[in-house]
């Protein structure tokens, strides 16, 4: 699902987290990962970020997430510091843009690359998420995806990589004849 109908979707209230998180502190969990595909997307993110910090004060817990890189800005990077965040995993993808249309996504990659900045300028943990047999990816446009990693020296950033899976019920199912999936 592309990172924009994210956010339509229903979430968690701040409520609900804050008291999930504190039941997960009073029985001792020391590691939390919030698997989300852009949890910096959904329009209650401060609040849950705030709920983390407040929670977590102590730093007890060692958090992950899964962002948008483009959309990490300076007070962003700065809060999952402050909260404990210890690993962000982001999603490239690609970097070919007919590849990106076909699963209706657009990168914007300066900005992008802004993001992980900041989020590595913070020492957080970094996972970039490439996916190999998009509709319409070839061993050429892999290996550009590839490159501009290589030339941006985030290579070793990589999960290397995820291989598409068509679930049900997702928008690349309904195009999956299409494409030959």
């Keep these: 699902e592309n990172k924009v109908s994210l956010a ?27 698997r989300c595909a852009a949890l910096n997307i959904l329009p209650n993110f401060k609040e849950i ?11 007890s817990m060692l958090l992950g997430f899964e962002l948008m890189a483009e959309l990490v800005n300076e007070d962003t990077a700065n809060l999952l510091k402050e ?11 690609s970097t ?6 076909n ?3 657009v990168n914007n990659l300066q900005k992008f ?8 300028d913070k020492r957080l943990k970094l996972a970039i998420d490439i996916i190999l047999g998009l509709p319409g990816d070839t061993l050429d446009t892999f290996k550009e995806t590839l490159n501009f990693l ?20 997702t928008a690349i199912r309904k195009e999956a004849k299409r494409f030959g999936l």
């Design 8 to 34: 339509k979707k229903p979430f968690f209230s701040s409520e609900r987290i804050k008291k999930e998180l504190k039941l997960a502190k009073e029985k001792g969990v020391k590691l939390i990962e919030f």
């Design 96 to 101: 070919n843009p007919q590849v990106l249309a």
């Design 103 to 105: 699963i209706d996504r």
């Design 83 to 93: 909260c404990n965040v210890k690993f962000c995993e982001v999603g490239l993808q």
């Design 113 to 120: 690359l802004e993001g992980v900045k900041l989020l590595k």
């Design 49 to 59: 970020v705030q709920v983390i910090k407040e929670v977590n004060s102590n730093r």
């Design 150 to 169: 290589k030339e941006n020296q985030l290579i070793s950033d990589v999960i290397f990589p995820t291989i598409l899976s068509v679930g049900p019920a």
